[in-house]
């Protein structure tokens, strides 16, 4: 019952995360606020100071966390296309 318990914690954050996303159809730009948002509400009791500071924090971490691997992978397309061999990485000429 407890393993039941622990996988329906786990869950539960993902499926209302892809429902925000999904059906609500929320821009791209807000996918670290819903993400942070349904984190930081999801482990409430798990804040251990101030409740309010945990869910800012989740969100704060969510945003870095998304900006990161957004620019990661600009600068992962960038490397990607100087070794195929492409010197021009954003003007292509005719």
Same mark, same amino acid.
């Given at each position: 019952?407890?393993?039941?318990?622990?996988?329906?914690?786990?869950?539960?954050?993902?499926?209302?995360?892809?429902?925000?996303?999904?059906?609500?159809?929320?821009? $791209?730009?807000?996918?670290?606020?819903?993400?942070?948002?349904?984190?930081?509400?999801?482990?409430?009791?798990?804040?251990?100071?101030?409740?309010?500071?945990?869910? !800012?924090?989740?969100? $704060?971490?969510?945003?870095?966390?998304?900006? !990161?691997?957004?620019?990661?992978?600009?600068?992962?397309?960038?490397?990607?296309? $100087?070794?195929?061999?492409?010197?021009?990485?954003?003007?292509?000429?005719?």
């Amino acid at each position: 019952m407890k393993n039941c318990i622990l996988i329906l914690k786990i869950l539960l954050p993902v499926a209302i995360c892809l429902i925000l996303i999904g059906i609500i159809k929320i821009p $791209f730009s807000y996918y670290p606020l819903s993400f942070g948002l349904v984190i930081g509400l999801a482990n409430w009791n798990s804040h251990k100071y101030n409740l309010l500071l945990g869910v !800012l924090l989740s969100i $704060f971490v969510s945003h870095i966390a998304f900006y !990161l691997a957004y620019f990661s992978f600009a600068i992962t397309i960038n490397i990607f296309s $100087f070794m195929k061999g492409d010197t021009c990485l954003g003007n292509k000429s005719t």
